[in-house]
């Protein structure tokens, strides 16, 4: 469903193209990530270590994170910012007219982790700055209500606080560090009832020669690990997962910091898309944004790795046995066929098989087995 966002007036139309431009950047980020979880080895290599009595599972390689990997995460958080700087100053200069070089500096979005701090850059804005920054406008206020010091218990990881650092890291020093990390590791004839009870392993870099399991030996223990890319906050121990990171500032600004600071009040239900066609121009931009995408680059790369590592193995594995089904090649060459997100909701159906307890649950299970045979035998037949 698609409206006109008419709480998003003509001159904070560019805010939407900054935000495209992030949410690119990001799926670029996704599929380079992408690339480098699908070489052969991918993002580390085992090897096998014993003393007689323990098995030792150690961290023989890492595969080494390509420099562009931190570059355009940098880029991204970049356009993150300038969307916030690029409204507010769009904002006052519809209200107050154009503005002197002196003042327009004074223009900025802060990023205070106390009341005193913000307060003090409040009041030189109040006696220095346009006249639209006064410490008792809606404008002002809406800045406030944004800042990391609302956030009592944890200001140091509010959205804008880490924005704010990372921007600035990249800015006078280097882009954010990013390294493999291997945050979940478990053994499949031991999972929990939940993934939340699953042990966590300390939240940073992975290092060569680490162990990260150890058995008897003679015990058989087949293993699932979760390694992923993290991203270190500037000035802190943690590495949080890089993707997961993105994906939280981006929402942020998108969903909350910009609309609050165009409306002056809680974000419209029609949210701002994710993105839209920037590359070309448009007559109707209004509606090019308001038909633009709400699925973002995040939900892109989730989907694509979910398509590549369990959705199309699955469907491939379930399909090729069953009875009648054409050769395990075909099969295969049935699901590469399917894009992302049809192998994605393929896959989906085949949650019918779980928690199966009568024979209706039984055949209706069997029916979506059927169901994706003829699919795959049709693809076959129209290849011939």
Request: net charge negative; with cysteine; proline share 7%.
């Amino acid at each position: 469903m698609t409206t006109n966002l008419a709480w998003l007036p003509d001159h904070h139309l560019p805010v939407a193209a900054t935000l495209a431009h992030a949410d690119d950047l990001i799926g670029q980020v996704g599929e380079l990530l992408f690339a480098c979880q699908s070489e052969s080895d991918g993002l580390f290599e085992l090897r096998e270590e014993s003393d007689g009595v323990v098995n030792r599972a150690v961290v023989a390689s890492l595969t080494p994170i390509p420099r562009k990997l931190p570059m355009l995460v940098a880029d991204a958080l970049v356009a993150l910012r300038g969307a916030l700087e690029h409204t507010l100053f769009a904002e006052i200069v519809h209200r107050d007219g154009a503005l002197g070089e002196r003042v327009a500096k004074l223009v900025e979005m802060p990023a205070r982790s106390t009341r005193a701090d913000f307060d003090e850059w409040k009041e030189r804005r109040d006696r220095k700055g346009p006249p639209s920054l006064s410490a008792s406008g809606d404008l002002m206020c809406s800045i406030e209500s944004l800042q990391p010091f609302q956030r009592v218990k944890s200001p140091a990881d509010h959205p804008l606080t880490r924005l704010a650092s990372y921007t600035n890291h990249a800015k006078h020093r280097t882009p954010a560090v990013a390294a493999v990390m291997l945050p979940v590791v478990y053994r499949e004839d031991q999972l929990p009832k939940s993934f939340a009870d699953l042990p966590q392993r300390d939240e940073r870099p992975l290092q060569i020669g680490e162990v990260v399991f150890e058995s008897p030996v003679g015990d058989i223990v087949p293993l699932t690990l979760h390694p992923t890319v993290g991203l270190n906050r500037p000035g802190t121990d943690l590495w949080p997962v890089l993707m997961h990171e993105l994906r939280d500032i981006a929402e942020w600004v998108r969903m909350q910091a910009v609309p609050r600071l165009i409306t002056g009040g809680d974000p419209p239900t029609d949210a701002l898309p994710a993105s839209f066609d920037i590359s070309v121009g448009h007559d109707d931009e209004r509606r090019a944004i308001a038909e633009g995408s709400h699925t973002t680059g995040f939900d892109r790369q989730l989907t694509h790795l979910t398509a590549a590592k369990t959705a199309r193995p699955g469907l491939i594995e379930i399909v090729g046995m069953t009875p009648g089904a054409p050769s395990l090649d075909l099969v295969r060459r049935w699901a590469d066929h399917l894009t992302d997100e049809q192998a994605v909701e393929k896959a989906e159906r085949l949650e019918a098989f779980r928690n199966i307890t009568t024979a209706a649950d039984q055949a209706r299970a069997m029916g979506v087995v059927d169901g994706l045979l003829r699919e795959a035998q049709e693809f076959v037949d129209e290849e011939a």
